[in-house]
């Protein structure tokens, strides 16, 4: 089962990278192509602009996940650092069930409420004629990914009996 459960985690975030890495290629070359058009042809390319607020949108919501599966993100673990292997393993415990909820109500049902509405209004993205929705539809995603996330941690911590100070740690500490 922890094994089923690495793989799925390690393939999981080896997809995520590659779409943000893609992901950034495109935003790059997007941002150039609009620099280049506005300056050296003398009109910017409509498309452009908007394009990139949306890769940038994508970029940091899956970002985040990815960030947030690899224990890289922000945390302040000062006072858990303090506490016995059993007391940590609780507040670890309680730190990804309240992210766990915060992704699946926040952003999976309040996201995918966002999401729905954009798409019953109707309104697009005016140079590329895509639904705005699209831009929305990333927190709902996001979510999901946070939430898996979460919930492969909770199993660790619970079933897997993994130490909670080596959680999120790197294979090579500095």
Known sequence: ?????????????????????????????????????????????????????????????LGGALAFGEGAHLGVDLIAEKLETDARRIVEVAVQLLCVFFAAYVMILGGGRLTLERLDAGQMLPAMQVSRAWVYVSVPVAGVLITAYGIESLLRLTVGGVDPSRLHRRAVDV
């Open 1 to 61: 089962m922890k094994r089923l459960l690495l793989k799925i985690k390690q393939a999981l975030s080896l997809t995520l990278s590659v779409v943000l890495v893609a992901s950034l290629i495109v935003l790059t070359l997007d941002v150039l192509w609009g620099v280049f058009s506005r300056y050296v042809l003398g009109s910017q390319s409509p498309w452009t602009e908007e394009l990139a607020r949306l890769l940038l949108v994508w970029v940091t919501m």
